[in-house]
């Protein structure tokens, strides 16, 4: 299985970017798909997830300004990520969970200037 993100870039605060994920391979039972980010100095955290049946689940710190979603049909999954603050700078990774296994992409950057 391999994931290709896309959409990183630099943006000011305040600003918008929508990344996406592109899953390509031996697919045949996703369950969960997720966004995951790593800050400079900082552990990797969850952003969001999105089951297989369709729930959608939020790090706190991104409510209500980052949307999450997936077409199955496609093994694609996006990002949209509004009012963009400093500390949001990272680079993000698109998680893909099948079965045992869990899959990485190689992540995009996103740096939000102030």
């Known amino acids: 299985v391999q994931l290709v993100e896309s959409g990183g870039g630099l943006v000011t605060t305040g600003g918008s970017l929508t990344l996406s994920c592109a899953a390509s391979?031996?697919?045949?039972?996703?369950?969960?798909m997720a966004w995951y980010r790593e800050a400079p100095g900082k552990q990797r955290e969850l952003v969001a997830k999105?089951?297989?049946?369709?729930?959608?689940t939020y790090a706190d710190s991104v409510k209500g300004r980052f949307f999450a979603s997936r077409e199955n049909g496609k093994n694609t999954m996006s990002l949209q990520m509004n009012s963009l603050k400093p500390e949001d700078t990272a680079v993000y990774y698109c998680?893909?969970?099948?079965?045992?296994?869990?899959?990485w992409g190689q992540g995009t950057r996103v740096t939000v200037s102030s």
């Open positions: 998680n893909l969970v099948q079965g045992e296994f869990h899959f």
């Open positions: 391979g031996r697919i045949f039972s996703i369950t969960d």
């Open positions: 999105i089951t297989n049946r369709g729930r959608i």
